[in-house]
Structure formats: structure tokens, C-alpha cells
């Protein structure tokens, strides 16, 4: 802007515009979308700061879209998923972290109760057919993903219905069968062809599938019990944990012994042990060589369970032996009638390798009349024998390509996990489902497979000035007197509830359009847009005249600016 | 289009004071003259007193105001803003008129200007931006200069650990004049700053405003923290946030957790000696500002009890979307 000298030799409103502060600079503000630790820990790659801020805008609908574009089940994982992003929340530094398990769950219930359609990608429909083995969180993943990208799929089950563990294991308590059958019915109606009753290895060959199909995803979990014996001994009538657990869900009935010990330290030893317990049977065990959450336990050493199930079984009855094994089983005849159980914790060797050691001399007897392994599965070999190699899981890479089987690929609890918390969880087998389904398409259309990550947020970098402290909204848990088989024991939020909740979080890492970088710039230097900016905020910086100061900066609640030196 | 210069013209708000002044970085007195501005709408005249604001907002032939702005002297922006009130008067215009000065020039020397204006009842809006010194010509100590803080005409030494005196309370001698209304904002809580300017600007009288506004340069500290340090200010209780009416406090932004003060005087270079190893009087300094704190705390009853969605703690609490428009 030219200055002009007026008559009266007195300076225009605004010529100060002439002179462009911004040469002072060296140092710059610049937007940058980080990865909240919620999304961050979500193995199914949820961006929950992302369908959160919707929720805050009052858009449930909209929310539920941006939720489905990563994981088409929220209903399911809202209920299930031991929550990682919960105990990665940045608001868990503050005062409790947001209850995300809990709004996921409405949106999920939302989406089935006013039937809001999946939105699928605005793209070309392919002639491309891909086949899908295994119709559990896994299968029904990568087949909603290629789904959406429109490409036509076939879903094989060897049982009458989708679901896997979903319908054949997790007690109906924790997760409603009726449930499952809206939110699963929802996504085969998206398109899906669904063959029930079809095996991979007796119906149909994995040469067949490769010749017929452009691609082959195995999401066919691991449905083989692991072999169990102590020190070579089992008991005559051996029942192991899974079997049982399945068997209930479908007879509605299982042994009752007067004391059972279960081992082992997943979903299924707990699960079990509360059927058991409600069942009647008096005096039920856990035996773990895990450790319960609490400080003598490191972070990799937990019980891999949701921990609210954990204090729901303790409440129930269930008495847990943590960092022990069984020893030796004590036999009256073939019949069990005890078990030495000793101590041991995962400590690390000479090359510092974690291998679990067990001390002598801390040996203890349970008197029990059952012992039932729950140590975890395998793969099942049967029609798999050319992608396992003898190997107890397939070996993927992290888009679940199979090492030289080009167009082969394989997720969720079939695949060889580098085991972690987070691994063996229906929201790991969604992850693996996403993650495939874009390998696929990637390898169909020729490109390169891409999983964009953004750097992390840390704490540290929120100005916590902006925020106050605000309870968690608390979800209704079923009385212990009123628990039974089949009601569910967990509650979810009221919509005011979600909503609310929704409002606490921080928005770590992406910009709430607060306004104050706009409001704090003594220079007048952030401009706002009332569309969308460039970089998705509301807000430019005009580098004509921002002198740098990073005001901005550290009076952004999340973290969104950064000031970098000044090209 | 999202081109800088061209949404430049179509901001959501009214620009009183544009970009291309030449603040140092991170000026908080800036900020504070931008807030009032804009919260005070282009149906104003501001005088404004020698001092930083009025030079770096108007290198000739330039100037950054977008309203009409008059400077004469230090000494005289009450008494010009009272001519123009009453010529204004004359003509029978409602244009509103803001006299603006620093704390130099409005404690100190255009201290009986200020004083006959409230007396004589004159329709302006007086905001004085303070910055606690003379910064303008190089950071001498004024009456509003707080205890114990370093100037170069105050500097810490044998004799004294800066600043002698204690901070003039100004507000209690406007009070004395019965005006409608006075009151003290901070840059670090600018949606009660708003407030306050607007409630300011709807009353037919005499109205004074005293900001809270940080100087890096003055302070010693950098531009990045200038919101920070005053937000400390306000919940040290070092600086209280008060609105009085005819002389009588009618209302406080209570504090909900008070902070102690080294929180606020660690951040800045004035109050460095305060922090000096082996010198008994720094720690005695420190707590008589912690004291003078306490004694804010209790004279304005300023310990909230309970949350308030208007406290230290509320006020600045942030919302998807902005602000909501009050
Ligand atoms: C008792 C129990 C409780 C659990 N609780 C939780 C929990 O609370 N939260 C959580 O996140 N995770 C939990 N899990 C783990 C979770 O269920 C699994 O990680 C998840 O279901 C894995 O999904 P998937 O699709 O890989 O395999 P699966 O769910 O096992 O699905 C595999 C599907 O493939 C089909 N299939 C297998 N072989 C063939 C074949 N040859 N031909 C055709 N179809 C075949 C099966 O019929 C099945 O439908 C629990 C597991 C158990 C056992
Ligand atoms: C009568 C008179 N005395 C001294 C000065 C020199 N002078 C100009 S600005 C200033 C200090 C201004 O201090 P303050 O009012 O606090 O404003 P600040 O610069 O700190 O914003 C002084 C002493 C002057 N211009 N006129
Ligand atoms: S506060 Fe929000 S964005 Fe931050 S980690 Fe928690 S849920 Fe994610
Ligand atoms: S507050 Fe303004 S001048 Fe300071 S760094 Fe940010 S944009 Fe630049
Ligand atoms: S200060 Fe607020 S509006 Fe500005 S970038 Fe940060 S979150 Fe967005
Ligand atoms: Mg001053």
C-alpha cells in the first residue's frame, strides 16, 4: 500500500499496513496437525479428537462418519475394546481421561437405532473381486474397507453366521448378541456377498480362492487350543477353556464342579471364571503368570483383560493367583484332586531377553476338582499348510502381506503378532482388516500402500490454562445381585451424557477454534477465515507482519502452532 | 480465497488498530489498545498521551489507528479528551471519546488532568495500558511501578532491592472521585476485558479502565509469555480484577486456586535480584510481595468459594468455536 501524504499533512487510518513487520521475524508460526495419543494407542486407528470435536459441534451423525471411516463396528468395540486410548489420554494427566469407550458406544447404538448409512468412497466402482476368509472382526473389516472403496467382495465363513469370537465366545453380558446381529447385519448389507457354512481347507481350496479371486484376505482367527500338560500329565476328562465357554453360549449349560482352577490370563480364563461362578460353582481360581494392574507389575506383564472386567470378576467371586504357574497337578487316580501352584515373574536373562523364573521354595496347594487350561490358540492348520509353514500364525507385515504370495494377505488373531497389550483384541483385528483392505487396493491399482502418521502430541505441549477441571461422567454398571447370564452388565452414556463427555476433551494436537491465536496476536497477524483454511483450521497467519513473538504459540490450549526458524 | 491480505478486509471484527505498528514483539500494551478498540467499535475519538503507544502506532506519515486520534503531550490526554467531549457536546454528537495514556503518563504527570476530568464529570472513557514503568524512554520507575521491581531508576544494589515504594493504588483515588464507573482488566482475560470496555462505553459519564499489560523489554522476560505472566498476575493476587461503581466495589474475579508469587516474579527479569543466593533481603522481598498478594486476596475478598464459571480458572476456559458472544 503506497503512503500517500495527505494536505493536511496528517497520516491515513491504517497506512501502517505500508510497513511489513514480518522482516523482523526468525522465527515463524506454522498450523501442525499432530497425533493425539487416543489415536495414537487405537489399534484400530481411530482419530477419536476428530469425531470427538464433531460431537462437540452437536453432529452425532457426522461423528459416527468420521469414526466409520476407520472402524465399522463401534457398537461392538464400545462394549469390548479394553480401551487403550483411554489409558493414553492425554486428559488422564489432568484429571480422568475421556470416557471414549463410552461415546463410541452411543454413536454405535445411534447409528443402528436412526439406521444412518455407511458412507462409502466417492470412486469409480471396480471390476476387481476380492475374497475374504474368516467373517470375524478381521474379515469383516478388510471386506467393509474394499467395500467402501468399491470393490466386489465374497465373504467365506465355515459357521451359519457372521461374527467369529463376537457370537461364538464373548459372553452376551459384555457384549448383546442382539447387538452383533444389527451392527454386523448393517455391514453385510452394505454389499457384502456373504457364504456361510463355507471352509477354507473341506468346501473350497486356497488355490481355488487365488485362481478365482484378484486377492485373498485370511482373517480366520486362531481356533485351535494350544496343547497343554503338566509335566506330561492331564487329567482323563480334560475340558479346555474355550471349548467350554463356546459350548455354553450355544447348549447353555457346563460342569459345575465344587472348586474349579482355570489357567491361564486372557479373556477367556475370566470369562469362563464368571460363567463358572454364576453357574454355582463355589470356589473358582485363576491361576495367571501375569500380574494384576498395579505398581509391582510392568506395563507388559498385565493380565491382558479389559480392567473393568477384572474388578467385575474380583467383585463376583472370582479369586485371582497372579505371577504363579501350576507345577504339578495332584491326581487321585486319573482325577484331579489339586494342584501345586508356584511363583514366578517375567524377569529379564543374561542378554536381556524376558523369560518367566520361578522360585523355589514358593510352592502352594489349591484343592480343586477341575482344572481347565485357557492358555490361548493356534492358527488351525487345516487348508492353511502353504502360509503357515508349520508355524503356530501366518507372518505379515504390518499391511498383512504374506512374504512371497503376492496377492495374499492375513490379519487379525491368525496373524503372527509381535504380542502387546493390544494384540489378540477385536479392535487389532479391525486395524488388520483396514490396513489389508488399502494394501489390496493399492496392489490392485498399482500404487504404493500408504498409512499416514502424524508426529505425537506430548502433554507438555497443551497450555493448560484453557481448560478446567471437569469429572468423568460416570456409566451405570448392573448391581452384583441383579448379574445374570444374560443381561448386559455395563451401561452406556444418555446422549446429554456423550455429548458432555465429549466436551472434555482437549483436543489434543488439532485446532478447537477457540479463537485466541486470533484474539492474543497483538499484531493483528492471524486472520480468520470463515471457511475452512488450507490446512483445515479457520485461522492464516500473515507473515507480512507476524514478528514472530509465539504468542500464538504458547496460548494455544492444544498444541496446534509451532514456531519454526524462518526460511 | 484465503489469501492474508485479501481476508485481511473482511475480518469478523471491527480493526482499531491495524497491523505494521512497531510494538516490539510480544508487546502487551499493543494487545490491550487492540482489545479496546475493538471492542469499543469506530464510533470513537481517542487522544492518547506520549509513550509508547502513541509512538509506535504513528511513525509519521503512517499511522495504525483506523479511528480518528489526536496527540498533543504527556501530561494532557484527559484534558484534550475533555475538549473534544465538549465540543462534541456542542454539536450534539454521541461519538464516544477514549483518552488513552501509560502509566507514566497517567499516575504521574497527567495525573490532575485525569482527576479534573472525573470531576467534571466528562462523557470519556479513560484507559490507562499499565505497563508499570516508563518504558517509552528507557524503563524509569513510575508510581505505579511495583515494590522491589528493578528500573534503571530503581535498580537493586546496597541500599535497596529495587523499587522502595509501593505501587500507587490508583483505583481507590479514582473511587474517591464517585465516578459511575472504574475498573481493572488484564490482557490474559481478554473476554472480560471486552466486557469491561463495553460496559464502559454504554455509560453517559466519566469511566476509567486500568489494563494490566506486560512489557517484555521492561519486564525482562520473552514475548512468547507475555499472556502467561499476566494471567500469573491475576491469580498471585497481585494484580486484582475489580469493577467499582460510585466508589464501591461491585464485583471481583475471585481467584479459585491462588498461586504464590514467586511463580509470577521468576518469570521476569525485573524481579531477578529477588532470586539472589546469600542475600537474606531477597527472600524477605519475596515475601512481602507475597504478602501484598494476601492482602489484595483479603481487602477484595478474592478467595472464591466453589467454582465459578467466572473466576480465574473460568474465565479463560476455552469452547469449540470461540467465545461465546456475551
Ligand atoms: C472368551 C473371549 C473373550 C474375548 N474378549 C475380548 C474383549 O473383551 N475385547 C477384545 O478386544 N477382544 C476379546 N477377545 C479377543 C477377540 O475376540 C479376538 O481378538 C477377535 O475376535 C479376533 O478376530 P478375528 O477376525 O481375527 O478372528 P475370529 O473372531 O476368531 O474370527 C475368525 C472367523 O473365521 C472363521 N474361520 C476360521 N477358520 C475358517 C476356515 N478354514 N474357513 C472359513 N472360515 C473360517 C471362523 O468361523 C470365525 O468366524 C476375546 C476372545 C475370547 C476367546
Ligand atoms: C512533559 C514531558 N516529560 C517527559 C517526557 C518524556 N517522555 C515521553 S514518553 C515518557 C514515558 C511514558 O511512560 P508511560 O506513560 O508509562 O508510557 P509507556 O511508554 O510506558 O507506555 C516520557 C518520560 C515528555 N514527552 N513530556
Ligand atoms: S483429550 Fe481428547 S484428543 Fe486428547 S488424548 Fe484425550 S480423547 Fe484424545
Ligand atoms: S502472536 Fe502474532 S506476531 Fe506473535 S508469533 Fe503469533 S502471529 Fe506472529
Ligand atoms: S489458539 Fe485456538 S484457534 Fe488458534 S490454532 Fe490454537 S486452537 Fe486453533
Ligand atoms: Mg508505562
Known amino acids: ?567 | 480465497m484465503t489469501e492474508p491480505a485479501s481476508l485481511r478486509s473482511r475480518q469478523p471484527r471491527f480493526r482499531g488498530l491495524e497491523a505494521g505498528h512497531r510494538a516490539c514483539q510480544g508487546c502487551g500494551e499493543a494487545l490491550a489498545a487492540r482489545l479496546v478498540t475493538e471492542s469499543a467499535g469506530p464510533d470513537v475519538i481517542l487522544t492518547n498521551a506520549t509513550g509508547c503507544l502513541e509512538v509506535f502506532t504513528t511513525p509519521w506519515p503512517q499511522s495504525a489507528w483506523r479511528v480518528p486520534w489526536l496527540h498533543s503531550l504527556f501530561e494532557n490526554s484527559a484534558a484534550i479528551a475533555s475538549g473534544v467531549e465538549a465540543a462534541l457536546k456542542a454539536q450534539g454528537r454521541r461519538t464516544k471519546v477514549i483518552a488513552m495514556g501509560g502509566d507514566g503518563g497517567t499516575f504521574d504527570i497527567g495525573f490532575q488532568a485525569l482527576s479534573g476530568m472525573l470531576e467534571r464529570m466528562h462523557n470519556v472513557l479513560y484507559v490507562c495500558y499499565d505497563n508499570e514503568a516508563y518504558m517509552n524512554t528507557g524503563i524509569q520507575r513510575s508510581s505505579s511501578t511495583p515494590h522491589a521491581a528493578m528500573t534503571t531508576t530503581s535498580p537493586p544494589g546496597k541500599n535497596r532491592m529495587g523499587k522502595r515504594h509501593m505501587k500507587k493504588d490508583l483505583l481507590s483515588i479514582i473511587a474517591a472521585h464517585h465516578v459511575p464507573y472504574a475498573a481493572s482488566a488484564s490482557v490474559a482475560y481478554p473476554q472480560d476485558l471486552r466486557r469491561k470496555v463495553r460496559r464502559a462505553m454504554e455509560i453517559e459519564g466519566p469511566t476509567f479502565l486500568l489494563v494490566h499489560s506486560p512489557c517484555p523489554l521492561g519486564w525482562g522476560h520473552d514475548g512468547t509469555l507475555s499472556i502467561e505472566i499476566a494471567r500469573l498476575g491475576v491469580q498471585t493476587g497481585l494484580f486484582p480484577l475489580i469493577e467499582l461503581e460510585r466508589g464501591e466495589v461491585a464485583s471481583v474475579m475471585p481467584i479459585r486456586n491462588p498461586v504464590p508469587v514467586v511463580e509470577y516474579l521468576k518469570r521476569q527479569g525485573r524481579f531477578r535480584h529477588l532470586f539472589s543466593d546469600g542475600d537474606h533481603r531477597a527472600r524477605e522481598e519475596r515475601e512481602h510481595l507475597q504478602a501484598l498478594a494476601d492482602y489484595n486476596i483479603e481487602r477484595y475478598g478474592l478467595k472464591g468459594d466453589g467454582d465459578d464459571p467466572l473466576d480465574t480458572d473460568g474465565a479463560d476456559t476455552v469452547r469449540r468455536g470461540g467465545p461465546a458472544r456475551t
Request: glycine fraction near 10%; hydrophobic fraction near 40%.
Open chain 1, 1 to 567: 500500500m503506497p503512503v500517500t501524504m495527505t494536505r493536511g499533512a496528517f497520516a491515513l487510518p491504517g497506512t501502517s499496513l505500508a510497513f511489513k513487520t514480518g522482516t523482523w521475524r526468525n522465527t515463524r508460526p506454522i498450523h501442525t496437525h499432530a497425533a493425539a495419543p487416543c489415536h495414537g494407542a487405537c489399534p484400530a486407528g481411530e482419530d477419536q479428537q476428530e469425531w470427538l470435536a464433531r460431537l462437540q459441534e452437536g453432529r452425532p451423525r457426522e461423528a459416527w462418519e468420521a469414526l466409520v471411516a476407520m472402524n465399522p463396528m463401534p457398537a461392538v468395540t464400545g462394549r469390548v475394546c479394553p480401551h487403550p486410548c483411554e489409558s493414553a489420554c492425554n486428559r488422564g494427566q489432568y484429571d480422568s481421561p475421556i470416557a471414549i469407550h463410552g461415546i463410541e458406544r452411543w454413536l454405535g447404538d445411534e447409528a443402528i437405532r436412526h439406521n444412518w448409512a455407511y458412507p462409502l468412497l466417492d470412486v469409480p466402482v471396480r471390476s476387481q473381486r476380492v475374497a475374504v476368509v474368516g467373517a470375524g472382526p478381521a474379515g469383516l473389516s478388510a471386506a467393509y474397507h474394499l467395500l467402501r472403496r468399491r470393490y466386489n467382495v465374497v465373504l467365506f465363513d465355515a459357521m451359519p453366521e457372521a461374527g467369529g469370537l463376537l457370537r461364538s465366545a464373548i459372553p452376551p453380558t459384555r457384549l448383546p448378541r442382539d447387538v452383533v446381529d444389527k451392527e454386523l447385519g448393517r455391514i453385510l448389507a452394505l454389499g457384502i456377498e456373504f457364504r456361510p457354512r463355507t471352509a477354507l481347507g473341506r468346501d473350497v481350496s486356497l488355490d481355488q480362492l487365488r485362481s478365482e479371486f484378484d486377492a485373498v484376505f485370511l482373517g480366520v482367527g486362531a481356533g485351535k487350543s494350544r496343547h497343554w500338560d503338566v509335566d506330561g500329565a492331564v487329567p482323563a476328562d480334560l475340558h479346555e477353556g474355550l471349548g467350554m465357554l463356546k459350548e455354553w453360549l450355544v447348549v447353555g449349560a457346563l460342569p459345575t464342579p465344587n472348586a474349579v482352577v482355570i489357567h491361564g490370563g486372557g479373556n477367556t480364563a475370566v470369562d469362563l471364571a464368571r460363567v463358572m461362578r454364576r453357574a454355582g460353582v463355589k470356589d473358582v481360581h485363576v491361576v495367571t503368570a501375569s500380574g494384576l494392574p498395579g505398581p509391582d507389575t510392568e506395563p507388559d506383564d498385565v493380565l491382558n483383560v479389559v480392567p473393568r472386567e477384572l474388578e467385575q470378576a474380583v467383585e463376583e467371586g472370582v479369586v485371582f493367583h497372579p505371577h504363579r504357574t501350576i507345577n504339578r497337578l495332584i491326581m487321585r487316580g486319573s482325577k484331579v484332586v489339586g494342584v501345586e501352584m508356584v511363583r514366578l515373574k517375567k524377569l529379564p536373562d543374561g542378554r536381556g531377553r524376558k523369560s518367566r523364573v520361578s522360585f523355589e521354595g514358593t510352592e502352594t496347594v489349591l484343592h480343586v476338582d477341575m482344572v481347565v487350561p485357557a492358555i490361548g490358540e493356534v492358527v488351525d492348520p487345516t487348508g492353511m499348510e502353504s502360509v503357515l509353514h508349520g508355524k503356530d500364525y501366518i507372518k505379515t507385515d504390518r499391511f498383512g502381506r504374506i512374504d512371497g504370495q503376492a496377492g495374499l494377505f492375513a490379519g487379525g488373531d491368525a496373524r503372527d503378532w509381535l504380542k502387546g497389550l493390544t494384540g489378540g483384541t477385536v479392535s487389532a483385528a479391525i486395524g488388520d482388516g483396514r490396513r489389508a483392505a488399502e494394501a489390496i487396493d493399492a496392489l490392485l491399482s498399482g500404487r504404493e500402500a500408504v498409512e499416514p502418521v502424524r508426529p505425537p502430541i506430548r502433554y507438555d505441549r497443551l497450555n493448560l490454562a484453557y481448560y478446567e477441571n471437569r469429572p468423568r461422567i460416570p456409566l451405570p454398571t448392573l448391581e452384583l445381585e441383579k448379574r445374570n447370564d444374560t443381561d448386559e452388565i455395563e451401561g452406556g452414556p444418555s446422549g446429554a451424557q456423550a455429548l458432555a463427555e465429549a466436551n472434555r476433551c482437549f483436543s489434543c494436537g488439532n485446532c478447537l477454534a477457540c479463537d485466541n491465536c486470533w484474539t492474543l496476536c497483538p499484531d493483528n497477524a492471524v486472520v480468520k477465515t470463515t471457511e475452512l483454511a488450507s490446512d483445515g483450521s479457520h485461522y492464516v497467519f500473515d507473515y507480512d507482519y507476524c514478528k514472530g513473538c509465539g504468542l500464538c504459540a504458547k496460548e494455544c490450549p492444544c498444541g496446534y502452532i509451532d514456531m519454526v526458524p524462518d526460511e
